[in-house]
């Protein structure tokens, strides 16, 4: 500045010291606050005089009837001295009202609440100088993601984004420098950043636009007519004045929303200092709640005064929405709040959702249990400072329970330092690292357990006790026994990884990894991304930095599985297969296993690996397009150039959308390497039409003999031709359920005799070998009426069972009538299968009787059938109709007449085509499923699964009526996720109502209902009807709620396959006292269980008296601590505690336990 004391002036050079940024994104403007360096000593020389000159005070003490009663009142506008925890500063009054008055401090740049006995008039000599804050908008800079001829409107409609806000919360606390553009009132400028400017515009994050467009949107943004009129009455060199300092809070707030948050006083933290704090609310790793430990007592007693003066205080006028309160918790303590939402009730009966400032906790309570919050109660200030944790990140896909409840065994409720390193002033959120007993890196310990690090940070010393961090991965990837290794690489079968497990004739969703060329090219599954992910990181974190890891006797030779490979593009490790040696002794040939890409590689880039990271399984698992269509030239495995850049096209163009899928229509081999048969599908063509459109290839159907290299192990898989909404007539060959039936075509009857006569002639020549084979082999089996047919053996113990391909039927079959088939016997192996899996549509149970019905008329019947939709394993699920009868229709109007429970099928479905709730969740997703089947149950109970007795849980706790009976679900499955995201998805295609009538509706009936608390839908069951509204209980939760009819919707047929997630427990060899549980017992049971991962062991099923749901009694409830993971390295012992709940009533003591039980928890120490 050319004159430290001066006004400033167009062309001064300004050095500011950022105190808070303005950014919202409605607002495309950018707004600085901050401090001028030069006056710093005449600012110190003002503290001293208002400390020493400070008035007498408006009132000589709090008057809970408004501000200024026995003194002076002041106004909006007026310049006063206000007094916050004992220190004296200058204020302008913002506003005033019965509660207390809000003042703006002129040089700390807050607005605060207090009340007339923390104010007192100032002499004049005081506001002299000018506010020490300085509000700057940067000039000629917005948004980057708007366009300027949209702002001519009404206003502008750039806005900020989050990475935006995110950089620039970081120039809290740095200087900038520019020059000053325009002066609009005194404090209030218009600053050149270029420096700024040219940084953010290189990110991406704005863009700078033309000084003449920049003030038209300036325009608009801030009240210029009236800044204009006061530039007329007030040169700009006058000095602060009463007049200005209110018209320079209207420009600086005008566009700041005054957050109810902002009625507290909240002490700014300085940037790179160190807080001891205790964590006391963690909502994830981003948002975390800090106290200042200084003034935690201060906070207790805060909390105390406040009970003894509320419960003598009735409540006559609710707070308003957004307004400071009281609010008494369900602990029963009175606690500072904001109200963020009134919930809607009968007369007197209104809830509220609160947050409580000095805790961040939040929680609905009830009208009886708020208050309006007096002036006092604002003198002691918020020091619970919302933080995340500097050097995480969820990588884009949210954080997982299992993440957050590491993060809560860490941290909650525990004293820890907190270094601050950044403040993001849009969110009021600090970054910090934390700090535990003997300066223990927090941050660092939750990254590396929870594989959330943003880059490694792992040191040389540290790597074998990453090791050991990662040991717990194991029992997440644990293989599943006698899956055979297929897909990968023929070596790798003798290694200690297998390849993923996949099925002909089944859809999966994929993406390619390498490509060769179309003969030879790799995929990997979606549906294993996360659990890759996370073994990929945790591979990178462990060996990044470990160069002594290796086994002192590994001697790096072909076929050995696994090393850890350092990739030569990238420098990252990887898994690897070396398959041969290399050009040189130096040197080895490896695949990466999870790529399908080879290299030759240095012996000095490899590590033998540990067994930890080898259980999951190979990702990459190989594929061709080899006999479904072939090259313009004679050898099937030679494609020109041409081919493989179309081919490469397709893929790349695929890899766009994550809609890619994959059709498995045979497993073969050459030179002993496994390979699949595939199409490429995306959502407009296969990669075999698309190749050969190019011209590039030809089709191959029917498929030709295999070359002689080429060994096949499976039968082919043919769709046949069918496509959704076409019509087929068919003859029914097996049936199982209405869920579960093979049908084979009319129109390949002549393909079936030629098979019948190829079998015939095959099992003359071929002799019995006496064994039964391996479990997957290809065989004919002689059936009952001594007739020869294909088939795959499915089980060797304790007799040999096979399936029948071409009729659905599987049968327990001699070994003397077993013929294995040869390799060379293509006539019988090209020959797709001939049994088409298919389900009836639209129809969500039916009785037993109805069932019955269906089997003796359809079973050996030529039917026509209309496909509606296809499953994800190619189920066809269809319409059935025998000459003039509407099979599905019969069987819905044979359910309804029925006086059987339809339970019985809904059991047998359960068991046999939706086993696994994850398979059934599986085949809803598929996209060729055109057709939404919307239905409602006409069942009067739910399908349920309920533990058994003897086993051992991983439980999440969900309701607590008390340790009597609580809620639960299990915690080591991803059903609950499946589920919740299939309504998700429902929902976006639009759910049906159930409001029709309340007459439609009827107990035991399935449904979604909305919850009141999220506003989510979930699956629920109808308790009981009222009025206009219905009591339902969400099964996979246990809770139960009274829901408006217009809050249900019908429930998707695949939802309702699905057995509801939630069972009754009760504690075992406890019982109340006096018939019933106090609720502090209630109360206790439910803190020790809360957002816990628990272990339970189930010792009995009994009876349960208030609903039809059995209750299952368990005991040693433990927490559990064998979280894959989050890789918790657990000292754990089991503390014993006398679980007395007492009911202080007077001066005696009443204790609910009759009995010297003790329960037992079990708790772990993290180190």
């Known amino acids: 500045m050319s004159s430290g004391l001066g006004p400033l002036g167009r062309g001064d050079t300004v050095t500011l010291r950022v105190r808070a940024v303005g950014l919202y994104p409605e607002v495309p403007i950018l707004q600085l606050w901050g401090l001028l360096g030069e006056r710093k000593a005449d600012y110190a020389g003002l503290y001293r005089e208002i400390q020493a000159a400070a008035g007498p005070r408006l009132a000589a003490r709090p008057e809970p009837s408004g501000p200024g009663v026995s003194g002076t009142r002041l106004c909006p506008g007026e310049l006063a001295l206000v007094e916050v925890l004992g220190v004296w500063y200058r204020c302008c009054v913002v506003s005033c009202s019965a509660q207390g008055y809000r003042v703006f401090l002129l040089d700390e740049g807050y607005v605060v609440a207090t009340s007339a006995y923390y104010l007192a008039q100032g002499c004049s000599e005081l506001f002299q100088l ?12 917005m948004p980057s993601h708007g366009h300027e001829g949209t702002a001519c409107g009404d206003s502008p409609v750039s806005k900020w984004t989050v990475e935006a806000m995110e950089f620039l919360s970081f120039l809290h606390g740095k200087e900038v420098s520019g020059v000053v553009q325009e002066v609009m009132m005194p404090q209030l400028i218009v600053l050149e950043l270029p420096q700024l400017v040219a940084q953010m515009r290189q990110l991406g994050l704005a863009k700078r636009v033309s000084p003449s467009w920049f003030c038209q949107v300036l325009r608009r943004c801030l009240p210029f007519g009236q800044l204009k009129k006061q530039f007329c009455q007030q040169p700009l060199s006058c000095s602060l004045g009463t007049f200005a300092v209110p018209q320079l809070l209207h420009v600086l707030l005008s566009y700041q929303p005054l957050s109810p948050a902002l009625d507290y006083y909240y002490p700014q933290l300085q940037l790179g200092v160190t807080e001891p704090v205790i964590v006391t609310h963690v909502s994830d790793p981003h948002h975390i709640y800090c106290q200042l430990q200084c003034l935690s007592q201060e906070i207790s007693c805060l909390s105390d005064t406040m009970c003894h003066a509320y419960d003598r205080w009735e409540q006559d006028l609710l707070p308003k929405v957004g307004s400071p309160c009281a609010a008494r918790g369900m602990d029963g303590h009175w606690y500072r709040a904001i109200l963020l939402e009134l919930i809607a009730g009968e007369q007197d009966q209104h809830a509220a959702l609160v947050i409580f400032v000095d805790y961040g906790r939040k929680e609905t309570v009830t009208r009886a249990n708020l208050r309006h919050l007096p002036a006092e109660c604002f003198r002691m200030p918020v020091v619970t400072y919302v933080c995340a944790l500097q050097g995480v990140s969820d990588g884009g896909c949210g954080w997982s329970p299992l993440q957050i409840d590491l993060l809560k065994t860490l941290v909650l409720g525990r004293g820890v330092s907190a270094h601050v390193k950044a403040f993001n002033s849009f969110e009021h959120l600090y970054y910090v690292t934390l700090y535990g007993e003997n300066g223990v890196d927090l941050n660092h310990l939750f990254g590396s357990q929870a594989c959330c690090l943003v880059s490694s940070r792992v040191s040389q010393t540290e790597a074998h006790e990453q090791l050991e961090v990662e040991k717990s991965i194991t029992e997440e990837l644990e293989l599943t026994a006698g899956v055979p290794p297929v897909l990968i690489h023929g070596d790798l079968s003798a290694a200690a990884v297998a390849g993923v497990h996949l099925k002909t004739c089944t859809f999966y969703s994929a993406q390619v990894s390498y490509v060769q060329d179309p003969s030879e090219f790799w995929l990997q599954l979606h549906e294993h991304y996360q659990l890759f992910r996370q073994l990929r990181q945790c591979m990178w974190n462990f060996y990044s930095h470990s160069t002594k890891l290796d086994d002192p006797g590994w001697d790096p030779q072909p076929g050995s599985l696994c090393c850890a490979t350092q990739y030569s593009e990238d420098k990252k490790w990887y898994r690897a297969l070396i398959v041969s040696e290399g050009v040189c002794a130096e040197k080895v040939e490896v695949i990466y296993v999870d790529y399908g890409n080879r ?21 990459a698992f190989r594929c061709s397009l080899y006999n479904l269509i072939q090259p313009n ?47 490429l599908i995306t959502p407009f063509q296969s990669a075999c039409q698309f190749l050969t459109e190019r011209g590039v290839a030809r089709p191959l159907f029917p498929q030709k003999h295999m070359e002689s290299l080429v060994q096949l192990h499976s039968y082919y898989y043919s769709s046949h031709g069918i496509k959704i909404g076409s019509e087929e007539d068919v003859y029914v060959t097996h049936v199982e359920n209405p869920w579960t039936f093979y049908c084979q075509l009319e129109r390949c009857a002549d393909t079936l005799a030629q098979l019948a006569d190829s079998i015939s002639r095959l099992s003359e020549r071929v002799t019995s070998t006496g064994t039964s084979g391996k479990s997957g082999n290809l065989c004919l089996a002689r059936y009952s009426d001594s007739q020869w047919y294909r088939g795959v053996i499915m089980e060797r113990q304790p007799k040999t069972k096979v399936f029948f391909v071409d009729f659905g039927n599987t049968e327990t079959i001699e070994t003397d009538d077993l013929l294995l088939v040869p390799n060379d016997a293509s006539d019988i192996l090209l020959v797709p299968m001939q049994a088409i899996r298919c389900s009836v549509s639209d129809l969500s149970s039916v009785s037993k009787e109805a069932a019955t019905w269906f089997k003796e008329a359809v079973l050996e019947r030529r039917l026509k059938a209309i496909v509606v939709a296809k499953d994800s394993d190619n189920t066809l699920l269809v319409e059935l109709f025998d000459r003039n009868t509407q099979i599905n229709t019969k069987l819905k109007e044979l359910s309804l007449n029925s006086t059987g429970l339809c339970s019985y099928v809904h059991n047998e479905t359960s068991c046999s085509r939706n086993a696994d709730v994850n398979e059934s969740i599986k085949t809803a997703e598929s996209p060729l499923n055109v057709q939404n089947e919307i239905c409602v149950s006409d069942c009067k109970s739910f399908i349920w699964i309920f533990p058994e007795v003897g086993q051992t849980l991983k439980i999440y706790v969900t309701v607590v009526s008390g340790p009597g009976c609580f809620w639960c679900h299990r915690a080591d499955t991803k059903d609950i996720s499946n589920i919740e995201k299939k309504i998700e998805e429902a929902e976006k295609l639009g759910l049906s109502s159930l409001n029709n009538g309340k007459s439609h509706i009827k107990n035991g009936d399935a449904c979604l209902a909305k919850y009141s608390q999220d506003g989510w839908f979930y699956r629920a069951q109808v308790r009981s009807v009222k009025d206009d509204s219905v009591v339902v209980r969400h099964v996979d939760y246990g809770s139960e709620e009274t829901v408006s009819l217009e809050k249900i919707r019908q429930m998707p047929c695949e939802l309702l396959r699905v057995p509801g997630q939630a069972f009754a427990c009760c504690l075992s060899g406890f019982s109340p006292s006096e018939g019933s549980w106090l609720s502090e017992a209630n109360k206790k049971f439910y803190d020790l269980t809360e957002n816990l991962v628990l272990e339970a062991e189930v010792v009995e099923i009994r009876e349960n008296n208030e609903s039809e749901v059995p209750l299952c009694v368990v005991k040693r409830l433990m927490v559990f601590s064998g979280n894959p993971f989050l890789n918790m390295k657990h000292n754990c012992r089991t503390d014993e505690f006398n679980f007395q709940i007492c009911s202080l009533q007077g001066v005696g003591e009443h204790c609910f336990e009759a009995s010297q039980a003790i329960l037992r928890f079990g708790f772990c120490e993290v180190f």
């Open 633 to 679: 030239g004679q050898n099937p495995f030679a494609w020109d150039e041409e081919a493989m850049q179309a081919f490469r096209q397709f893929v790349v163009d695929s890899s766009s959308d994550r809609d890619l899928k994959c059709t498995i229509f045979a497993l073969a081999s050459i030179n002993r390497d496994l390979f699949n048969i595939v199409d």
């Open 599 to 619: 290299e030759q590689v240095c012996l000095t880039k490899l590590r033998a690996i540990n067994e930890h990271f080898l259980r999951l399984e190979a990702q």
């Open 130 to 141: 000018p506010p020490e804050v300085l509000g700057c908008v940067v000039a000629d800079v």
